[in-house]
């Protein structure tokens, strides 16, 4: 039922920042965990970061000290700032939810790209 709708991709050059908005259908609020993952070309998806219900938030070693992911209760979003990105970042950013009945949603998807 939930739908995530991503949003801020494009072309960034590197060195430089970007900031991904997910709008989410239902309450944020209800959400168990609320997070951000990437796929690269011919990568399995993986996690950008993420974040509990309880605000506690998790960073992989990839990009900790570079992004920031936080949540709008206001305009009901998902935001991921990365800043510092290079060439390897280029990938499809993917917005993602676990739901109060531990369902996963997930949106479509963005393309982000950093030139050299």
């Known amino acids: 039922q939930v739908q995530l709708v991503e949003s801020g991709g494009g072309l960034v050059q590197a060195g430089g920042s970007l900031r991904l908005s997910c709008a989410v259908s239902?309450?944020?609020?209800?959400?168990?965990?609320m997070g951000w993952y990437r796929q690269r070309p011919g990568t399995q998806r993986e996690l950008v970061a993420s974040m509990t219900s309880d605000g506690k938030t998790n960073y992989p070693r990839i990009v900790k000290g570079r992004g920031t992911i936080s949540r709008d209760i206001a305009k009901n979003t998902i935001d991921l700032q990365l800043n510092s990105m290079t060439p390897e970042d280029t990938a499809v950013y993917y917005c993602?939810?676990?739901?109060?009945?531990?369902?996963?949603?997930w949106g479509q998807g963005t393309q982000v790209t950093v030139s050299s």
């Open positions: 993602h939810v676990l739901s109060s009945r531990f369902f996963n949603f």
């Open positions: 239902e309450s944020i609020e209800s959400m168990e965990t």
